[in-house]
């Protein structure tokens, strides 16, 4: 089935479309979220939350970009709205465990697995994801989108509604915060 029979098809509310659009781009909404979350579970539930999102907004789908287009700028969205409800609740939690009973600080293991990160390289994947979380929004997406999902600064561009000079930028900054937290945390 091609992209446009697919469109057609969850347009007209056909739950065999559906099935192929999620079985064709499972794969890349999860792997696009971890890149974010860093975390398996919460990964599995934004792809859900994605995958809800296009059932439910597919009639307002143009068809102006590719559809995988599409998917990663919602996907890159309901990462980061999730990273910041999660650093939302996180501060709540901080605060209320130091007026509250259990006066215990809540702290984010480091437990991270990406499919594209050799075994051996683990530790070191998550040293630097978590610096990367500490990036700024538009930087982290413009570095995962092309660091990790291996999108050209034209398709990035395409997802985040730059310019690819814009997106350029972006990734010049990302790098050289990143080389900067790196060098003063000694991580190589």
């Given at each position: 089935?091609t992209?446009?029979?697919?469109?057609?098809?969850?347009?007209?509310?056909?739950?065999?479309?559906?099935?192929?659009?999620?079985?064709?781009?499972?794969?890349?909404?999860y792997?696009?979220?971890?890149g974010?979350?860093?975390?398996?579970?919460?990964?599995?539930?934004?792809?859900?939350?994605?995958?809800?999102?296009?059932?439910?907004?597919?009639?307002?789908?143009?068809?102006?970009?590719?559809?995988?287009?599409?998917?990663?700028?919602?996907?890159?969205?309901?990462?980061?709205?999730?990273?910041?409800?999660?650093?939302?609740?996180?501060?709540?939690?901080?605060?209320?465990?130091?007026f509250?009973?259990?006066?215990?600080?809540?702290?984010?293991?480091?437990d991270?697995?990406?499919?594209?990160?050799?075994?051996?390289?683990?530790?070191?994947?998550?040293a630097?994801?978590?610096?990367?979380?500490?990036?700024?929004?538009?930087?982290?997406?413009?570095?995962?989108?092309?660091?990790?999902?291996?999108l050209?600064?034209?398709?990035?561009?395409?997802?985040?509604?730059?310019?690819?000079?814009a997106?350029?930028?972006?990734?010049?900054?990302?790098?050289q915060?990143?080389?900067?937290?790196l060098?003063?945390?000694?991580?190589?």
């Amino acid at each position: 089935m091609t992209e446009s029979n697919i469109i057609q098809q969850l347009q007209e509310g056909n739950p065999t479309a559906f099935k192929e659009l999620v079985a064709t781009y499972q794969d890349l909404v999860y792997n696009t979220a971890l890149g974010f979350v860093q975390n398996e579970a919460d990964a599995e539930d934004i792809s859900q939350d994605v995958f809800i999102q296009v059932y439910k907004s597919i009639g307002q789908f143009k068809g102006e970009s590719k559809l995988s287009t599409w998917l990663y700028r919602i996907t890159s969205t309901k990462s980061l709205d999730f990273l910041r409800n999660k650093k939302r609740k996180k501060r709540f939690a901080l605060i209320s465990s130091l007026f509250g009973e259990n006066n215990e600080l809540i702290h984010d293991p480091v437990d991270f697995y990406h499919p594209g990160v050799a075994y051996d390289k683990k530790e070191q994947a998550a040293a630097v994801f978590q610096i990367v979380k500490k990036l700024p929004d538009n930087q982290k997406t413009a570095f995962i989108l092309h660091h990790t999902e291996e999108l050209s600064y034209q398709e990035i561009a395409q997802i985040m509604q730059l310019s690819v000079s814009a997106v350029e930028s972006l990734l010049f900054r990302a790098r050289q915060n990143l080389k900067k937290t790196l060098n003063k945390n000694n991580i190589r």
